[in-house]
């Protein structure tokens, strides 16, 4: 593989990776974890469901906990409100109310 087609491929490899975050970010805020459909997400990503479980091998979890670090890491006063509940609050709760509140 030349160094050019490499390159082409990684980049289509992030381009897939953040319609996938973005489509589970709009899922999950909508319909929550539990009931979040994964072909859902793949299919509004404009991708495969294999190619999400490339990307994501553990699948829904490992989505939700990327979509959730990428959503706390882009509003940092929401994470630290979001700590402060833990301990009253289920973490998936605190992170499904900051999905649905996201713009």
Not at 37 to 59: E, M, Q, V, W
Request: with cysteine.
């Amino acid at each position: 593989m030349t160094t050019q087609v490499r390159v082409l491929v990684q980049e289509r490899a992030i381009i897939t990776r953040r319609r996938l975050l973005s489509s589970a970010r709009r899922e999950f805020g909508r319909c929550g974890y539990e009931t979040a459909n994964l072909d859902t997400i793949a299919a509004r990503a404009k991708c495969s469901k294999g190619a999400l479980y490339y990307h994501f091998p553990k699948g829904k979890e490992a989505l939700f906990e990327a979509v959730a670090e990428q959503a706390l890491s882009k509003k940092p006063q929401l994470a630290a409100l979001g700590s402060q509940l833990l301990g009253d609050l289920d973490a998936r709760i605190v992170v499904e109310h900051v999905l649905r509140n996201w713009d």
